[in-house]
């Protein structure tokens, strides 16, 4: 029953801060977010060509891993697939 109770009393709470959150997103974010997307498509297009010229995996994702720095989250340029 007290776990129920903390619950509902942080519920608003919780709310509150999705709907914060879910607010902060304004059109210039939604610009730059489109922004990265396209620079993310880029680059993959980039690692698909290189890896069609032969160029080798490793190499290619170097280059990929580069292009993509401070763009997207991790080393995958915000996609991994399995190999």
Known sequence: MKKLLISLALAPWLLAGALAHA??????????????????????????????????????QKDLQTACKNLAIGKYCGMKHAH
């Open 23 to 60: 607010q902060a997103h304004n059109d210039k974010d939604t610009k730059e977010d489109v922004a990265r997307h396209r620079a993310m498509a880029v680059a993959h297009e980039a690692a698909a060509k290189c890896l069609e010229a032969g160029k080798g995996h490793d190499q290619c």
